[in-house]
Each structure stands twice: as structure tokens, then as C-alpha cells.
């Protein structure tokens, strides 16, 4: 749901965090307290190889806590360093994770400290709570497929976006893709806490300016193989 999460699909898989298994394995490295920079595009997960919750964006700031954290599970069987922090960008204030290699570490200064409490594992509940309406996909993986439908019941906002806040009720789109054509192919995962946006991922993207895990309105796509 890797170390560049924005160039390969298996690598975004890592964050996707449909694999919220109990049995992930993880490690830990030195501990530190520093301030650094995004500089690559980042998908943003709540807790380390699991669901993504939006995207960072270059020249954002993480304020970095403790250890950096290495996880691997379905869809991410190679692991990934992740890192946890609070993260400020445009229309996103908040505690998560990102790749520990897309934050610069030399030049942002030294962070006053812990922001954030003890880091975010996974815990079902709890993002079933915070980030959703309570409608998954429930297959495994990036989940399952779906269309952009343009004629879909209630589909007023054509474009995706690279964050909505998926916890906030109502949410606030930012970071805008533009339109996502008519028709194109894309993987859901859950709806976001007001019900109006759906975390999906768009295969085949390779493109180190754009996302390819970004949010689209709840209109404009129908959701199979929901719980």
C-alpha cells in the first residue's frame, strides 16, 4: 500500500493497507526527533502496511518521530521502511506514515519533539471509525475493480484528488488530478467517513508527478464486493 511509492504498483500496494493482517512483520531502527522535508510524492497510510488515508507532497513538512519501522505483508512482501510523524501540507494536518525514503533528512533542522503520542499500529476498529463510513472492500490486495462513470447516479465532481481528509465530516478535497476520463479502469478501497469519496487506485500509473492512490467522488463509481 516501495521504497518510491509513486513508480510501481506493488510498491503503493504496501500502503494500501488492505492487508491488515495480524500477522505482519515488523522491525525497528534508531530513534530520532528531526524535521524534514517531503521530496517525492508519498502515499500516506495510518498505520505501517495498511490503508492509505491521502498523499504527501514535495516541499511538505514532517516533523519525524521516533524509529524508523520496517513492515511487510500481503501485497508487500518485501517490506518497506516507513516513518512516522506529523505531516503538513495543503489540507492535511495530522499524525501518519510515510516511506522513510521521501523525507530529506539533511537541512530541515532539528524537530522540538514528539507530536504525535506513540505511533499509530494497525487497528481495524479504530480506522473503520475514523476514516470510513464503514464501507470496505472486502477482497484483499488494492480490492477490486471499478469504472469512473461520468452517467453514474450523483457523480458531480469529475476530477480525483490527492487528499480529502477522509476523517473529517464534511471532507475537503485538495491537490486536484484534474478529470479522471470516462471509463478508466480503477481498484477501491473505502469510502471516506461523509460518504461522499472513495480511496481508489488507478493501475498502470508511472508518473512521478502523480499519484496513483487518490480519492474520486462517491457518484461517479459503482463499489462490488463491499462490507
Not at 511538505?60 to 510523524?85: K, L, M, V
Not at 525514503?101 to 475514523?130: H, R, V
Not at 452517467?151 to 480525483?160: A, P, W
Not at 492512490?213 to 462490507?227: D, K, T
Amino acid at each position: 500500500m516501495f521504497s518510491r511509492m509513486i513508480l510501481a504498483p506493488l510498491l503503493a500496494m504496501a500502503f494500501a493497507g488492505c492487508s491488515s493482517a495480524p500477522d505482519e512483520n515488523v522491525d525497528q531502527t534508531s530513534s530520532d526527533f528531526s524535521r524534514r522535508k517531503v521530496d517525492h510524492i508519498s502515499t500516506i497510510s495510518y498505520a505501517p502496511n495498511s490503508f492509505v488515508i491521502g498523499n504527501a507532497y514535495p516541499g511538505w513538512t514532517d516533523d519525524i518521530q521516533g524509529n524508523a519501522q520496517f513492515s511487510h505483508g500481503p501485497g508487500n512482501e518485501g517490506g518497506t521502511w516507513y516513518r512516522w510523524g506529523r505531516l503538513y501540507g495543503e489540507n492535511f494536518d495530522r499524525c501518519a506514515w510515510i516511506d522513510s525514503g521521501n523525507a530529506d533528512a539533511d537541512g530541515a533542522g532539528q524537530s522540538p519533539g514528539s507530536k504525535c503520542g506513540t505511533p499509530q499500529e494497525i487497528d481495524t476498529p479504530f480506522f473503520d471509525a475514523t476514516f470510513t463510513d464503514g464501507i470496505k472492500n472486502a477482497l484483499a490486495g488494492d480490492g477490486s475493480a471499478t469504472h469512473m462513470h461520468y452517467t453514474g447516479s450523483g457523480c458531480t465532481d469529475r476530477n480525483g484528488y490527492g487528499n480529502v481528509e477522509p476523517w473529517r465530516v464534511p471532507a475537503t478535497p485538495a491537490n486536484s488530478l484534474g478529470p479522471i476520463p470516462d471509463g478508466t479502469l480503477l481498484l477501491w478501497r473505502y469510502v471516506s467517513r461523509d460518504g461522499d469519496w472513495v480511496m481508489v487506485r488507478e493501475p498502470g500509473v508511472n508518473d512521478p508527478n502523480r499519484p496513483n492512490w487518490y480519492f474520486v467522488h462517491r457518484g461517479c463509481v459503482s463499489l462490488a464486493n463491499r462490507y
